[in-house]
């Protein structure tokens, strides 16, 4: 073979790439169609029926000199990039999404802007039990220059005979507490009809872990003027997360703090299992602030701290814990609540990593 020759077969290798080019293209904007007309019907992306049929076909008519194996495997790399290109567009498309709105969103609550790159702390008792110890964990909240105040009314537990909070007995004592101290209150609702009594009371609408998917109650907390905590499922994964969250922002409500709270797995050590990389994740693939709950995460006063250290250092925007002044007598998650003392102990050694508290 000369050499004009050779140059002959490389000027028709490099215009059969070329085709094979466009003709990749032309599928991948098939394939985007499609994606957009199972999106609008609610269908999964992906469908291993329809990807055996695909394969099976091009066997059929596969004549060499490739063997059958080969083949299945670059259409299957060509199948998995179509399908990486139709979740891509749905990222793009969701309103919580990065690449919709590239700089952050920052929440002012009373002052308090979540978001702005500072460290922010949620802390109060995991239940409200009586104005008293509301009263006390407010006192030292507030003599520790923060201001976002959590208290439980309304408690969703496991079991039905556990203490399932004073409910609107329980707004009103955050209330007036708050008022007191100048404080913002953080606490949750479980029921869509709650919501418009609950905006009297509280000024973060907190949603559970239990009701992450609650979508009814999604779309409630989308249609007020009020900011939402949104915890991360037991199980969720970070698509669901995301996608929990978009419910509330498509019904006009953008004000969404994300806040990872440890998912269910094998492991018995601690209550659940702190998945600390869903942070950056998450501030990755939204624009929404994300704070880590290392007490529900961990479930022990001893690993609060390295927890919470390890949420700054990745990069959460703050970090919610449980404060109670007798933890002993804690009608609920007695185990896994700080007493003042503690509290306070945790915000200095805290204080090493943060920018500021807040």
């Known amino acids: 073979m000369n050499h004009n020759e050779l140059d002959q077969l490389r000027h028709r290798l490099d215009d059969v790439n070329l085709q094979i080019l466009e003709l990749v293209n032309l599928r991948a904007a098939i394939v985007k169609q499609i994606g957009h007309i199972k999106n609008n019907q609610g269908m999964k992306r992906f469908d291993p029926v329809r990807e055996r049929e695909m394969l099976d076909h091009l066997i059929q008519h596969n004549n060499g000199p490739f063997d059958n194996s080969t083949i299945e495997h670059i259409f299957k790399e060509i199948f998995k990039a179509g399908l990486e290109l139709i979740e891509d567009d749905h990222r793009k498309e969701l309103l919580v999404s990065r690449k919709r709105?590239?700089?952050?969103?920052?929440?002012?609550?009373?002052?308090?802007?979540?978001?702005?790159?500072?460290?922010?702390?949620?802390?109060?008792?995991c239940a409200?039990?009586?104005?008293?110890?509301?009263?006390?964990?407010?006192?030292?909240?507030?003599?520790?220059?923060?201001?976002?105040?959590?208290?439980?009314?309304?408690?969703?537990?496991?079991?039905?005979?556990?203490?399932?909070?004073?409910?609107?007995?329980?707004?009103?004592?955050?209330?007036?507490?708050?008022?007191?101290?100048?404080?913002?209150?953080?606490?949750?609702i479980v029921n869509p009809a709650h919501i418009e009594t609950a905006l009297n009371y509280v000024d973060v609408i907190q949603i559970g872990a239990r009701n992450m998917q609650n979508f009814e109650l999604l779309k409630a907390a989308g249609e007020v003027d009020k900011p939402v905590l949104l915890k991360r499922g037991l199980s969720a994964t970070i698509s669901e997360f995301i996608n929990a969250a978009e419910y509330i922002i498509s019904r006009g409500n953008g004000n969404i703090i994300l806040c990872e709270r440890g998912i269910r797995t094998y492991e018995t050590a601690t209550r659940n299992t702190l998945d600390i990389s869903a942070v950056p994740i998450l501030k990755q693939e939204t624009h929404l602030p994300v704070m880590v709950d290392v007490t529900h995460s961990t479930g022990r006063r001893d690993l609060l701290i390295p927890t919470a250290?390890?949420?700054?250092?990745?990069?959460?925007?703050?970090?919610?814990?449980?404060?109670?002044?007798?933890?002993?007598?804690?009608?609920?998650?007695?185990?896994?609540?700080?007493?003042i003392e503690m509290f306070e102990n945790?915000?200095?050694?805290?204080?090493?990593?943060?920018?500021?508290?807040g």
């Open 128 to 188: 409200v039990e009586s104005y008293d110890q509301v009263r006390e964990v407010a006192k030292a909240v507030k003599a520790n220059g923060i201001k976002l105040f959590r208290g439980g009314a309304f408690k969703p537990r496991t079991s039905p005979y556990d203490f399932q909070g004073l409910g609107l007995e329980g707004l009103k004592i955050l209330r007036q507490v708050a008022d007191e101290f100048d404080l913002a209150v953080v606490s949750e």
């Open 309 to 339: 250290k390890a949420a700054l250092a990745i990069g959460a925007d703050g970090i919610m814990a449980e404060v109670h002044p007798d933890p002993a007598v804690a009608l609920s998650d007695s185990r896994q609540q700080m007493d």
């Open 101 to 125: 709105k590239p700089e952050n969103t920052v929440i002012d609550i009373k002052g308090e802007k979540v978001g702005d790159g500072a460290t922010h702390y949620v802390m109060g008792p």
């Open 346 to 357: 945790f915000l200095q050694e805290l204080s090493k990593y943060t920018s500021s508290i």
